[in-house]
């Protein structure tokens, strides 16, 4: 195999084409130049070793004008697309290098230069992206512990952008990343050293480009059309530095963004990856399928976009009262009047995707069969205003105004183009009979040719009197009329000898050269003239683009109001109320998802009331495989639902506006991360008890079963009493343990109340009511559940001799907790208030010189170690003082 690399190649030796190739090289060395040559595009050098190798070529070698032979592979020019994709599904960047003129009319090398850059985020094939979601890259600029963040989907127009300031700034940012999931990032120099950052990028393989600094600035967003106030900070620098990216690898500025416009972080609730993840709001825990996900349950659209708009909702739940109204009156209505959401779900099925079309009319990468689609679409809207146009909603009349019919656009695509035209552009084929005069005496010279050849042959035979006069073709003579040489004195003055043979004699007429020539050309030029034509089309088109993208949302919206009406009426959902205390009473509430795939009449509903007095915390106790986690789940849903706009699965329900959701479910080691399950477990415990307010909903599953019992048992009875301080942070919270310990901080503790999933005994078995009851329960059943799982029977006996022994000294130990324990006492004397302040130096310095996120589980666990024995020091002396 050759040993040629870029970086020892003699550029002055190299041919002209691979100097050409290198040069190319040079001004987009991260990317993979595809070269046009003939009807392949060949890559060469380094380029090719890696793209034979990932594509499975066959790697050949081409002289260069240097010793060794260049490295080569390419694929046809007609096959290019799926090989590209397969390389940007891997996160490489392409850049396409075409020919810019035309090889016959070349003098020497033919002219070439990059056309466009392909990277991971600006994909615009419709075959290739996830119609269900966008395809988002993301920009992010950081700037003296703040951060601009710019997020867009090229194909659709999508795009938002923000600031994320203070404290929980980076926090923050890093729940918009999750939330927006981007397939590549542009970031500014500074942010690229951020550890957490590139290290998330490299375990899911993300495409990273750095820009210089000067890509984000408010210069370059006025240059772009960006308006923006001089007090805003960093939101339109990074979109400058997101569309300046945009801007070099596609050619052009995109047009199709409209007015660019922050929005709000705060608007929104947060919801963090934890939340995200274990509620399964758009894909399963497991094995991460959209089906057993929120998503897959309330999602009934009937468009692409719409599954998209409806996805974004769920991602981003609402704190504005009114405007969740608003969606409510809406899905009210459709709910209500089934023949009319019936008649508008029957409209939007089969539309076009017009949203990601305006991605390629903006980039003049439309298809004809794209135009003939949004034709067709364009002729159904129609039916929309007649069916909103009495509709009082304000949703509803907004929508209807926003949905543009364009019937001009849609009689100039009718007019020209054909039903089912080609997918290449160059191949002919586009435009209808009667749309241009000159294209259709080409078309027809093209297609009647040969009819034209047989009546001019019958009509010389009549003329001339030669009865076996024939006219022909061959490609060294072109067309001829052909006469025996026994006949030639019949031959009229017009014809002109062309070519003698044995027997007959060929001639030539002005008429049938002039003809000869049309024909010939015909077909190249109809092909040329009908290209011209689509460039004109397609260039209207775009003239049209904001409408079609007002359009296109308008429907996006409409669809997914329909969706969640249809998913109300059909699984009898209620209209929940929503109001600014923090409250949170359900009326027997159902799991969205689980009540589907059960089915409804084998789910079991359950109540829940939580307010700020005297029931804010819920401490829920009960067995494994009880349901208690399903049960908190479905209370978490059903308020992103209702703050969505949605109808909830309950009787009834009053939804306090949760600003967050966090979660601490389930057990399992992040190992890509280098985090053990306990350590997972306490960052999320960390985020929450520091980033939540009284106004989040707090969903807390199992705290502390991640070490030993006596560590778990202590850090879940401070955490519950943390939360119950509001002082502190005062939140509604539900929080399942097996540490039945815990149901005496009901008695210390005001809000906290206890509650246990119902069990029966029957006949020795135990059966799972899934019932919520009040009061707490010390029986865990954990014995039964092992027998029921196949666990032999003498493990099982066995385990059963050993927990009457450990309930005798449990007991014991529950006495003396409640005898002893004084938490949270911040009455503390002068000794000890000293002791602790040394004690607290020591800590924080050793926490200091630690990075938990570089920590081994074995490192992690030692300081742990250390800390506590620091603690239990400090304890002796305490009490040796005493």
């Known amino acids: ?53 990932e594509l499975e070529l066959k790697l050949t070698g081409r002289d260069c004008g240097l010793e060794e032979r260049a490295p080569m592979c390419g694929v046809p020019h007609h096959a290019v697309d799926k090989y590209l994709n397969r390389l940007l599904e891997r996160g490489y960047k392409i850049a396409i290098c075409e020919q810019v003129e035309d090889p016959a ?57 923000s600031d994320l300031l203070g404290i929980q700034a980076e926090s923050h940012l890093f729940d918009e990343i999750e939330r927006f999931s981007p397939v590549e990032f542009v970031v500014n120099e500074k942010f690229a050293q951020n550890y957490r950052f590139m290290d998330y990028c490299a375990r899911k393989q993300i495409t990273v480009s750095r820009l210089p600094d000067s890509s984000f600035t408010s210069k370059k967003a006025s240059e772009f059309g960006i308006k923006y106030d001089e007090k805003d900070l960093l939101w339109h ?102 023949m009319i959401r019936r008649s508008l779900a029957d409209a939007l099925y089969g539309l076009y995707d017009m949203e990601r079309l305006s991605g390629r009319i903006a980039s003049f990468n439309v298809s004809p069969r794209d135009l003939v689609s949004l034709r067709d679409t364009l002729s159904r809207l129609p039916e929309f205003h007649e069916l909103l146009e009495e ?57 009647h040719g040969q009819e034209y050849i047989l009546q001019l042959e019958a009509e010389e035979r009549e003329r001339t009197g030669i009865k076996n006069l024939k006219v022909g073709y061959n490609r060294v003579a072109g067309y001829y009329i052909e006469v025996l040489k026994s006949q030639s004195d019949k031959v ?54 904001e409408k079609i993208q007002t359009t296109a949302r308008a429907l996006a919206r409409l669809d997914a109001l329909i969706s969640l009406a249809e998913v109300a009426e059909r699984h009898n959902y209620c209209r929940p109320r929503l109001t600014e205390e923090s409250i949170l009473k359900i009326t027997q509430g159902r799991h969205p998802v689980v009540e589907q795939i059960l089915g409804a009449s084998d789910f079991v509903p359950n109540d829940i009331e939580l307010n700020t007095n005297d029931q804010r915390i819920m401490l829920l106790t009960g067995p494994n495989m009880s349901g208690k986690s399903t049960y908190m789940r479905q209370v978490a849903l059903i308020c992103i639902l209702a703050q969505c706009g949605g109808f909830v699965p309950a009787d009834s329900a009053v939804i306090g506006i949760c600003d967050q959701i ?19 477990e306490m960052s999320e415990v960390a985020t929450i008890l520091t980033q939540a307010t009284p106004h989040s909903l707090l969903i807390l599953d199992e705290i502390g079963r991640g070490t030993s019992t006596a560590d778990g048992l202590s850090i879940a009875w401070a955490v519950v ?51 919520i009851k009040s009061g707490g329960t ?102 040796e003082e005493d």
């Open 492 to 545: 009229p003055e017009n014809y002109r000898r062309r070519q003698t043979l044995t027997n007959s004699e060929r001639y030539l007429t002005p008429e049938l050269k002039e003809y000869e020539e049309k024909i010939l050309t015909a077909n190249q030029k109809l092909k040329s003239l009908e290209y011209e034509i689509f460039i004109s089309i397609r260039e209207t088109v775009a003239q049209y683009l």
């Open 391 to 447: 509709i009082e909603t304000d949703a509803l009349k907004a929508i209807a105004g926003e949905i543009h019919a364009l019937p001009e656009l849609e009689d100039m695509l009718s007019r020209a183009l054909l039903d089912d035209p080609p997918i290449q552009i160059m191949d002919g084929g586009l435009i209808r009979d009667g749309y241009d005069v000159t294209r259709d005496e080409l078309a027809n010279i093209a297609l």
């Open 1 to 53: 195999m050759s040993t040629l690399r870029f970086e020892n190649i003699d550029k002055e030796r190299l041919t002209p084409l691979m100097r050409q190739y290198v040069e190319e090289k040079e001004s987009r060395p991260d990317c993979l130049i595809f070269m046009r040559l003939g009807d392949f595009y060949e890559v060469f050098f380094d380029d090719a070793v890696l793209t034979a190798r």
């Open 778 to 879: 010390d029986q865990s059943y954990g014995i039964e559940v092992s027998r029921l799982a196949g666990v032999p029977v003498p493990v099982v006996d066995r385990a059963r001799e050993i927990m009457a022994v450990l309930e005798k000294a449990n007991k014991r130990e529950r006495r003396q907790i409640r005898k002893d324990a004084q938490p949270m006492d911040g009455q503390l004397g002068l000794f000890a208030q000293a002791q602790s302040v040394k004690l607290a130096d020591e800590i924080i310095e050793r926490l200091a010189d630690s990075d938990p996120n570089a920590m081994s589980p074995i490192e992690a666990y030692s300081l742990l170690l250390d800390l506590k024995q620091l603690v239990e020091r400090q304890e002796r002396m305490r009490q």
């Open 662 to 680: 966090f979660t601490r479910v389930g057990a399992s080691d992040d190992v890509s991360g280098g985090q053990s399950t306990f350590m997972v």
């Open 105 to 161: 009319e070349a003098k020497g090398l033919v002219a070439r230069e990059v056309v466009r850059v392909l990277t991971p985020g600006t994909q615009l094939d419709p075959d290739t992206l996830d119609a269900n979601k966008y395809s988002i890259i993301c920009a992010v600029l950081e700037e003296d512990g703040a951060y601009g963040i710019a997020a867009c989907d090229l194909s659709s127009g999508h795009f938002e952008t």
């Open 721 to 771: 009493e943390y939360l119950a301080d509001t002082t502190f942070i005062g939140a509604r919270s539900m929080f399942a343990t097996h540490f039945h310990e815990l149901i005496e901080l009901s008695q210390t503790q005001k809000g906290v109340f206890n509650a246990h999933v119902d069990v029966a005994k029957r006949g020795g078995e135990i059966v799972f009511l899934h019932q």
């Open 237 to 338: 620098r990074s979109s400058a530095g997101l569309i300046y990216y945009l801007q070099d690898t596609q050619g052009m500025v995109p047009t199709h963004f409209g007015e660019i416009k922050p929005y709000r972080f705060r608007d929104y609730m947060i919801l963090d990856r934890a939340a995200r993840v274990n509620l399964e709001l758009t894909e399963t825990l497991r094995d991460r399928k959209r089906r057993g996900s929120l998503l897959w349950a309330v999602d009934h659209c009937k468009t692409a976009m719409g599954s998209r708009n409806l996805r974004q909702w769920l991602e981003q739940p609402l704190l504005n009262i009114s405007q969740i109204r608003r969606r409510q009156d809406a899905v009210a209505f459709l709910k209500d009047n089934f």
